[in-house]
Nanobody, 115 residues
């Protein structure tokens, strides 16, 4: 049974950093483009970064230069290093396929940026 488990969220002050992890079990994501998404309160879920595992990496403008996506295909793990966090980054963060038929969504990781 495929399962996505995001972890690493928490409460951080503006300017702080967090590293999110996502473990994919029950399937492989070798040769699959993987993305990070987030959903802020009262807003729709949005894609913020993706990696196709072959060197193509994209970032949404609001996180470019602050967030870094990486992946370990051997361990079915994908990471999101988030630096210089801002209050507007507060959201629940999810990983999933970047396109095509999505996997069932995990529970997400809550990130709260507040002083």
């Amino acid at each position: 049974q495929l399962q996505l488990v995001e972890s690493g969220g928490g409460l951080v002050q503006p300017g702080g950093s967090l590293r999110l992890s996502c473990e994919v079990s029950g399937d492989t994501f070798v040769d699959v483009a993987i993305g990070w998404f987030r959903q802020a309160p009262g807003k729709e879920r949005e894609g913020i970064s993706c990696s196709n595992g072959e060197g193509i990496i994209l970032y949404e403008d609001s996180v470019k230069g602050r967030f870094t996506i990486s992946r370990d295909d051997a361990k079915n793990l994908v990471y999101l290093q988030m630096n210089n966090l801002k209050p507007e980054d507060t959201a629940v963060y999810y990983c999933n396929k970047a396109s095509g038929n999505m996997w069932p969504w995990g529970q997400g990781a809550q990130v709260t940026v507040s002083s």
